[in-house]
C-alpha cells in the first residue's frame, strides 16, 4: 500500500512505460557522444572534424539514420504522457494537478540550468521543464486534437528552416556550417582543459541554446512532441494497450515511411557535397523521417514485453527507465569524465568507433548499478530528490522487498 504521495510500487507500473523510457535513455547516448567527445559542430555536419571513411563513416553512418532523434523523440514522447499520468494521477487524490505540475516542472528547469552551466551545455531538462508547464493546459483536450496541433508546431522550425533556405544566401551560414580552424580548436582546447577553462565555451553555448534555439527550434519541437505523446498516451499506444496486429503494421508503416525519408536526406546531401546550400534542407529529410521511425520503435519495444514481461532485458531496461531522470545525469558525469580535462581528457581525440565503445561502457555501467539500485531502494536518488520537493514531505526511500519485481504493468498510476 502506498501514502498518497509515495512512489509507485513496481506491481502497479505500467512495464512498456518504463522499458521504453530505459531503451530512449540508453540510445540517446548514441549521438550525445559525438558532442561529448568532439567539437559541438559535428551533430550538424559530421564532416568537419574527424575521420569520416571506412567504419567511422558506418559509425556516423548508422547512428545517424537508426539513432539521431529517434530515441529523443521516443523520450519526449514519454514525456507528455507523463503529463497526463501525472496530472490525473493528483486530481484522484484530491490534489492541486496543476500546481503540483508546475513546481514540479519548475524544478526541472532548475535542474537542467545547473546541468547545462555546470556540466554539459547540451542539457534538455529545461526545455522539457518550460514546455511542460505550457502543455498541461491541453491536457483534457481529445486526442486527436492534440495530435493535430502537436504536428502543426512539429510543422514550425520546420518551415523556418525551409523558408531560410530558399531566401538566404548560403555564404551567411558558411562560418556555423563548417567552422574555421582556429574555432574548432579554441573548443577543443576549452574542453580538454579544466573546469574553469571549459566555462569559456559551455556558458555562452548554454546560453545559445535556451535563448535564441529554444525560442527558433526547441520549444516548437518539444511541445510538440509532448502534445502527441499525450495523444499516444491516451490512445493506449505507449501503455501495451492496443492490439498486437496494431503494433504490427505500426512497425511496418513507421519503419518504412522513416527510413526512406532519412537515407533521402543521406542521399541528398552527399549528392550536393555536403555544402553550405544544402545545409538547412537536408536537416529537415531526418527531422521529418524520425517521428515514424521512432513509432516502429515503440511498436518493437511494446511487442518485446509482451514476448519477455519478465525475461532479464525487460526487467533491466524497465530499471534503468525508472531511473532514467537520475541516469541521464549519470550518461553527463561519465562522459565528462572521460572526455573533459577534468577527467582522461580525451576530447577530440578518439574516433567515432572507440566513442562508441565508450557509449557501450557506459551503458554496461547503467544497465547493471540501475538493477541492483532498485533492489534496495524505490527509485532514483534524484527521482526520490525531485518528488520530495514537489510535494514538500519527505518521502520513503528504502525498498519494500514485496514489490522489488516488476509486475505485468497494466494498472495505470502515478509515474
Not at 546541468?115 to 547540451?122: D, I, K, S, V
Not at 499506444?237 to 505500426?250: A, M, P, W
Not at 508503416?253 to 555536403?274: F, H, K, P, Q, R
Amino acid at each position: 500500500m502506498t501514502s498518497e504521495t509515495g512512489p509507485t510500487p513496481p506491481s502497479e507500473r505500467i512495464v512498456g512505460l518504463d522499458v521504453l523510457r530505459g531503451v530512449a535513455l540508453l540510445g540517446i547516448l548514441l549521438v550525445n557522444v559525438r558532442v561529448f567527445s568532439m567539437p559541438s559542430v559535428v551533430l550538424t555536419n559530421p564532416t568537419t572534424y574527424g575521420d569520416l571513411t571506412g567504419a567511422n563513416y558506418w559509425v556516423w553512418f548508422a547512428g545517424h539514420v537508426f539513432a539521431q532523434q529517434k530515441f529523443l523523440t521516443i523520450f519526449t514522447l514519454l514525456f507528455g504522457g507523463g503529463v497526463v499520468l501525472f496530472t490525473r494521477s493528483a486530481e484522484k487524490r484530491g490534489r492541486s494537478a496543476v500546481g503540483l505540475h508546475v513546481r514540479r516542472s519548475a524544478l526541472l528547469v532548475a535542474a537542467g540550468l545547473a546541468h547545462a552551466y555546470l556540466l554539459w551545455y547540451g542539457d534538455i531538462l529545461v526545455a522539457y521543464g518550460l514546455c511542460a508547464i505550457v502543455v498541461v493546459i491541453f491536457r483534457d483536450h481529445e486526442p486527436w486534437d492534440l495530435a493535430t496541433f502537436g504536428v502543426v508546431l512539429l510543422a514550425i522550425p520546420s518551415l523556418i528552416e525551409v523558408a531560410s533556405g530558399l531566401t538566404t544566401d548560403p555564404a551567411a551560414i558558411a562560418d556555423s556550417w563548417r567552422p574555421a580552424e582556429s574555432v574548432l580548436q579554441s573548443e577543443i582546447e576549452a574542453y580538454r582543459g579544466g573546469w574553469i577553462a571549459q566555462l569559456d565555451h559551455r556558458v555562452p553555448t548554454a546560453f545559445r541554446r535556451q535563448t535564441s534555439g529554444f525560442f527558433g527550434y526547441s520549444a516548437w519541437r518539444v511541445a510538440g512532441s509532448m502534445l502527441l505523446g499525450m495523444a499516444l498516451f491516451e490512445w493506449g499506444v505507449l501503455t501495451n494497450d492496443r492490439s498486437s496486429r496494431f503494433y504490427r503494421r505500426l512497425i511496418v508503416v513507421g519503419a518504412a515511411s522513416g527510413l526512406a525519408a532519412i537515407l533521402a536526406g543521406v542521399w541528398y546531401v552527399e549528392a550536393n557535397d555536403w555544402s553550405a546550400g544544402a545545409a538547412l534542407f537536408w536537416r529537415q529529410f531526418n527531422y521529418w523521417g524520425s517521428v515514424p521511425l521512432a513509432g516502429a520503435y515503440i511498436g518493437i519495444v511494446m511487442l518485446f514485453c509482451r514476448w519477455r514481461p519478465a525475461g532479464l532485458a525487460t526487467r533491466a531496461l524497465a530499471a534503468v527507465g525508472r531511473t532514467a531522470f537520475s541516469n541521464y545525469i549519470l550518461q553527463t558525469v561519465l562522459a565528462t569524465s572521460i572526455f573533459y580535462g577534468h577527467g582522461l581528457g580525451l576530447f577530440g581525440r578518439l574516433t567515432r568507433v572507440e566513442a562508441l565503445g565508450v557509449v557501450l561502457l557506459v551503458w554496461a555501467v547503467q544497465l547493471p548499478l540501475s538493477v541492483l539500485w532498485l533492489r534496495y531502494f524505490r527509485f532514483g536518488p534524484l527521482e526520490w530528490l525531485w518528488r520530495v520537493l514537489t510535494y514538500g514531505e519527505r518521502q520513503p526511500l528504502l525498498n519494500d522487498r514485496r514489490d522489488s519485481r516488476a509486475g505485468d504493468g497494466r494498472s495505470r498510476t502515478d509515474d
